[in-house]
């Protein structure tokens, strides 16, 4: 293990605060499994969701030791492929969170064999008991283990399992993080199907374990999008294009009040043949409305085409992303 990492300056912040986001991250994500998904045998993809597959197969055996288990390999690979550093982080990432779930399991269940069973009726003694309403249950997990999982990513590492199954597709397939995850995600679902569901493996198949399936599946893609929100942001930028006869005053308020600054393209109207300058403009989504009411003052008659800009990079948005840098869509 490369301990660069472990090497940097005692004093900088950015490097503590780094390593503070992806351990509390990966305290979210476990907490996400641990209340709203373990209890309730959905399978949300993930090497912990393999593990809650076969926690059905070997209930003595927790759902974050099977963690331990899968990740192993999965977080060598990690570490061949993407470098010493990242290697790092996604082995403590992966290292801690299956024990804290294993830990916070033990806490919020009364004694061993509730631990085993798994009984969400037994969960903080029932006062969290939400088997009445799974639509809810999943919904509240997807979105809290999509923002734990997205805070850790945010600091290029991984919490292990799948994420790092996605971010070989993205770097090898040109596939998207966030499509990657719902793809190697897809085949432990099935799995689950045939555990729970079906019961093969098990005792006795789970009542309606296809509805498991299908809540395991609005889990997922809830998950993904989360994680989007996380690494893109909750919105666009917004495009411009501005056609104008009264450039100047127009120039002024985008150069002094908004403090941006614009680029003139050359067009000609089909109609008239007559040469125009086009305004091609990048604001955000809390800017737009301010530059339209402006251009309705200075000049009514303004042809405005605004669109979205899905991602902006350059001075005074995003920098240009690196080679390695994870990126949701």
């Not at 040469?275 to 809390?286: A, Q």
């Not at 303004?302 to 690196?322: H, M, N, R, S």
């Amino acid at each position: 293990m490369n301990t660069k990492a472990f090497l940097e300056p005692m004093g900088s912040w950015a490097w503590w605060r780094s390593w503070f986001l992806i351990f509390f991250g990966c305290a979210v994500m476990g907490t996400g499994f641990v209340l709203f998904i373990n209890p309730y045998n959905f399978v949300p993809g993930g090497v912990y969701g393999l593990g809650i597959v076969f926690h059905n197969i070997f209930p003595s055996v927790q759902v974050g030791t099977f963690g331990y288990m899968f990740d192993v390999p999965l977080m060598i690979i990690a570490m061949l492929i993407f470098g010493g550093q990242f290697g790092t982080r996604t082995v403590l990432a992966a290292l801690f969170t299956p024990g804290y779930m294993n830990i916070l399991t033990r806490l919020v269940y009364p004694d061993a064999a509730a631990v085993e069973s798994l009984d969400p009726a037994l969960l903080l003694g029932g006062r969290l008991d939400l088997s009445n309403d799974l639509l809810l249950t999943c919904v509240i997990g997807a979105v809290v283990i999509g923002v734990g999982q997205g805070i850790v990513v945010r600091q290029q590492a991984t919490t292990g399992g799948t994420d790092i199954v996605a971010m070989l597709l993205q770097k090898f397939a040109g596939i998207k993080f966030s499509t990657g995850i719902l793809l190697a995600d897809g085949s432990v679902v099935l799995s689950g199907l045939v555990v729970i569901g079906f019961g093969i493996g098990t005792a006795e198949a789970e009542p309606a374990g296809w509805m498991l399936t299908l809540y395991s599946l609005i889990t997922i893609y809830i998950t993904s999008r989360v994680i989007a929100y996380m690494l893109d942001g909750a919105s666009y930028d917004k495009l411009l294009f501005i056609i104008t006869d009264k450039h100047q005053e127009l120039r002024q308020f985008i150069l002094e009040d908004l403090e941006r600054s614009a680029t003139y393209l050359k067009g000609k109207g089909m109609y008239t043949e007559a040469m125009k300058d086009v305004i091609f403009l990048v604001v955000s989504r809390r800017e737009v409305r301010l530059v339209e009411q402006k251009i309705r003052s200075i000049d009514p008659r303004a042809f405005v085409v605004v669109t979205d800009a899905y991602d902006t990079y350059g001075e005074g948005f995003k920098p240009l992303p690196d080679a390695d840098t994870i990126q949701a869509e």
